[in-house]
T-cell receptor
Framework: AQTVTQSQPEMSVQEAETVTLSCTYD???????LFWYKQPPSRQMILVIR??????QNATENRFSVNFQKAAKSFSLKISDSQLGDTAMYFC??????????????FGKGTHLIIQP | DVKVTQSSRYLVKRTGEKVFLECVQD?????MFWYRQDPGLGLRLIYF???????EKGDIPEGYSVSREKKERFSLILESASTNQTSMYLC??????????FGDGTRLSIL
């Protein structure tokens, strides 16, 4: 079994600032995916970014990037030039290769990010 | 674009009632999931299915059952609703080794 820990229940930053959300995980799997999902007040869970564990290069998607440290089992999300629309709950999630993803994701408890104008 | 549709956005039921939550996906995904979301607890997996008529228990299956008679539809059933099942319920679907796509959620209140 795996666990995912998000140690920051809530964070607040000013618009245009850079913010980093933390995520650590524990697993005995060697091959896996890691995800960051965003859940705005509208409730729709949206995939922000994903990282394959076998790739050493950190994933980036526009203003969103990750710092993936496999040995430390750390997977933080950096949001650059934050915008009001980034206000949301952010969830870190883990998926092992074994099972092909058929047996679900393991989620952290989430970080509520507030972008202040 | 993948569409996962949950039948109700809000639902109010009484204790002891049998409750059905329906989920339909339009992308021919083999995998479907039901999660429960509670403040401070994140998302917890209730049941999942990797094929028609196949179902597996997740982390918190007690008090719930599921049905998957067609590939596109995955139903969550509360056999006898209780107040501790008041929660947000999220359905998701995926294909092999791909990210999950989520519905908008059903906020269920049991009175």
């Amino acid at each position: 079994a795996q666990t995912v820990t998000q140690s920051q229940p809530e964070m607040s930053v000013q618009e245009a600032e850079t913010v980093t959300l933390s995520c650590t995980y524990d697993t005995s799997e060697s091959n896996y995916y890691l995800f960051w999902y965003k859940q705005p007040p509208s409730r729709q869970m949206i995939l922000v970014i994903r990282q394959e564990a076998y790739k050493q290069q950190n994933a980036t998607e526009n203003r969103f990037s990750v710092n993936f440290q496999k040995a430390a089992k750390s997977f933080s999300l950096k949001i650059s030039d934050s915008q009001l629309g980034d206000t949301a709950m952010y969830f870190c999630a883990f998926m092992p290769y074994s099972g092909g993803g058929a047996d679900g994701l393991t989620f952290g408890k989430g970080t509520h990010l507030i972008i202040q104008p | 674009d993948v569409k996962v549709t949950q039948s109700s956005r809000y639902l109010v039921k009484r204790t002891g009632e049998k409750v059905f939550l329906e989920c339909v996906q339009d992308m021919d995904h083999e995998n479907m999931f039901w999660y429960r979301q509670d403040p401070g607890l994140g998302l917890r997996l209730i049941y999942f299915s990797y094929d028609v008529k196949m179902k597996e228990k997740g982390d918190i299956p007690e008090g719930y059952s599921v049905s998957r008679e067609k590939k596109e539809r995955f139903s969550l059933i509360l056999e006898s609703a209780s107040t501790n099942q008041t929660s947000m319920y999220l359905c998701a679907s995926s294909s092999t080794l791909q990210p999950q796509h989520f519905g908008d959620g059903t906020r269920l209140s049991i009175l």
